[in-house]
């Protein structure tokens, strides 16, 4: 099946292609890749999410967060979205 982007309904899947998890607007990545992320990646998405309302300055640390994250996904994701053994 063809990846779906964005939903009629409101809903998308998980940032992880391999996941396909359904999800609200406003959560980027399910609770199980949520829970995979090292606390620093968290935090970093939590000050983000913080951060001032609507304000360009939270939109530049909020895509900053996300691509924190995406890297670290990168690295520790395998095909499979699964987290790879750190060795
Ligand atoms: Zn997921």
């Not at 609200?24 to 951060?51: F, I, K, S």
Request: proline share 6%; aromatic share 6%; charged share 20%.
């Amino acid at each position: 099946m063809a990846k779906q982007t964005g939903h009629p309904n409101g809903t998308h899947p998980c940032d992880i292609p391999s996941c396909g998890e359904t999800l609200p607007l406003n959560m980027t990545w399910c609770e199980r890749h949520y829970a995979m992320m090292p606390d620093h990646v968290q935090g970093e998405l939590w000050a983000a999410a913080r951060g001032g309302i609507g304000t360009s300055h939270r939109y530049n640390r909020n895509l900053q967060a996300c691509r924190t994250a995406l890297d670290w996904f990168e690295d520790n994701l395998d095909a499979n979205g699964n987290r790879k053994e750190s060795t």
